[in-house]
C-alpha cells in the first residue's frame, strides 16, 4: 500500500510580542502610627485637683489639661520674691556705700583696705541679688508647672489619673498621652533583594524613576477601597532586618476625617519606577515545564513549533512581566496549543476581516 500522506500543518494564530512602557507598582502591607506621640507628664509633685478635658477629644496645643495644687509654689514664689527684694535692698546699700568709698579713697582719707572690703560687699550683694532673681524665675516656673498643659495638638486619650491623685516629679507620673492622627504615618516592610533589583535597574538605565520625596503613595483600606487623599513616601530605612530580611519603608498621609486610626493594617501602593521597553504576555499564554521554569510556544523561523523557557518577575493585571528570553517581534502561538509538540509543523491562519458597519 502507498505511505500515507503527512497530515497538514494545523493553522494558529499568534500575538506579536511588541515592548511598551509600563509603571511599576508595589503593594504592600503595614501598620499605622501617629506622626506624633506626646506623653503628657507630672513635672512637679502634688495632688490633682481637676481635670480640664473631655477623654478621647482633640485638644490644642497650651491647652490645659490638669491643675495641680499650686499652694506650695505659690508660697515658694512669694519667699523668692521676699528674698530678692532683700538682695536688692542690700545691693543698693552695697553700692552707695562703694561709691562713697571710691571718693574717699581718693583723697586718703580712708585706707585701700577699707575700699577693698567695701567694693567686695558689694559685689557679693551683686550676686546674691542675681540668686535670688534666679530663684525668683524657678518659683515661676515651678507654679506654671501647676498648670499642666497639652505639648502638641491632637487626640488626646484616657486619663491615667483622677482628680485628688498624687504626682510626683521624681517618678513623673503619666497623666495622659496626645497622638497627632493628621497627617499620619504608614509604615511599610519590603524584601531586601527587591530594594537592590530596583537600584540596580535604576543605575543600568532599564527602569526609569522619580525622585524619593515624589513617590506617591496611595492606603488602601481592609476592604481595597483607597482613601481619597493621596500621601508620599517619606524614608527608606538604611538598616535590613536581620530577622526577616526586610527594609523598613514610611510614608506620609493625610487624614483630615481621622478615618485610620494608630495601629490599624492597611496597604499601600507607589510607583517603584517605569520601564521603558516592558514586554507583557497574558498569563494564560505562559506554562510550566517540570523544573517550574515558565514556557511560552513560539512560531519558529522555519514555521515549526518552538518551546521557549522565560523569565518573569511579577504580574500586572492578567499579564506576566518578563524578564528575559522574550525579544520584539517574537510570535507567541495563542491557539491549538494543546494540539502542539515542540519541532511540530504549523502554518499562520488567515485573518478573517471584521464585518462592516453595513452588514
Known amino acids: 500500500a502507498p505511505p500515507a500522506a503527512a497530515p497538514p500543518p494545523l493553522a494558529v494564530e499568534v500575538l506579536t510580542v511588541k515592548s511598551q512602557a509600563v509603571e511599576l507598582t508595589r503593594e504592600l502591607p503595614g501598620r499605622t502610627a501617629a506622626s506624633q506621640v506626646a506623653q503628657v507628664r507630672a513635672r512637679i509633685n502634688g495632688i ?3 481635670r480640664r478635658f473631655t477623654e478621647g477629644a482633640y485638644v490644642n496645643a497650651g491647652q490645659v489639661l ?6 506650695p509654689y505659690q ?3 512669694d519667699s523668692a520674691r521676699a528674698n530678692l527684694a532683700r538682695a536688692d535692698a542690700n545691693l543698693d546699700s552695697a553700692k552707695v556705700q562703694a561709691e562713697r568709698m571710691t571718693t574717699l579713697v581718693e583723697t586718703h582719707a580712708i585706707s585701700q583696705q577699707v575700699y577693698d572690703d567695701a567694693v567686695a560687699r558689694h559685689l557679693a550683694a551683686d550676686a546674691e541679688a542675681a540668686a535670688a532673681r534666679a530663684a525668683v524665675r524657678l518659683a515661676e516656673i515651678n507654679l506654671g ?3 499642666v498643659t497639652a ?3 491632637g487626640r488626646i486619650g484616657r486619663a491615667e489619673v483622677t482628680v485628688g491623685a498624687y504626682v510626683q516629679q521624681a517618678t513623673a507620673t503619666l497623666l495622659a498621652t496626645i497622638q497627632q492622627l493628621d497627617p499620619l504615618y504608614v509604615d511599610l516592610s519590603q524584601s531586601a533583594d527587591e530594594v537592590l533589583r530596583i537600584k540596580e535597574g535604576l543605575a543600568s538605565g532599564r527602569l526609569h524613576g522619580a525622585d524619593q520625596a515624589q513617590i506617591a503613595l496611595t492606603v488602601l483600606r481592609n476592604d481595597g477601597s483607597p482613601l481619597a487623599q493621596t500621601g508620599s513616601l517619606q524614608f527608606s530605612d538604611v538598616t535590613v532586618d536581620p530577622g526577616t530580611g526586610m527594609v523598613p519603608l514610611r510614608g506620609l498621609v493625610p487624614n483630615p476625617d481621622t478615618s485610620l486610626l494608630p495601629g490599624m493594617f492597611v496597604r499601600a501602593r507607589f510607583i517603584e519606577g517605569t520601564d521603558p ?3 507583557l504576555v497574558p498569563q494564560s499564554l505562559v506554562g510550566r515545564n517540570p523544573q517550574g521554569d515558565g514556557t511560552v510556544m513560539l512560531f519558529g523561523a522555519d514555521n515549526t513549533v518552538e518551546l521557549r523557557i522565560i523569565e518573569t518577575s511579577r504580574t500586572i493585571g492578567n499579564q506576566w512581566l518578563v524578564r528575559s528570553g522574550l525579544q520584539p517581534g517574537d510570535r507567541i502561538i495563542t491557539t491549538q496549543r494543546q494540539k502542539l ?3 511540530a509543523p504549523v502554518q499562520l491562519a488567515p485573518v478573517t476581516a471584521a464585518p462592516s458597519a453595513s452588514q
Not at 490638669?66 to 499652694?71: E, K, R, S
Open 48 to 50: 490633682v485637683q481637676e
Open 66 to 71: 490638669f491643675a495641680i495644687d499650686p499652694a
Open 75 to 77: 508660697a515658694d514664689l
Open 145 to 147: 508647672y501647676t498648670q
Open 151 to 153: 505639648p502638641i495638638s
Open 277 to 279: 521597553n516592558a514586554i
Open 341 to 343: 509538540a515542540p519541532g
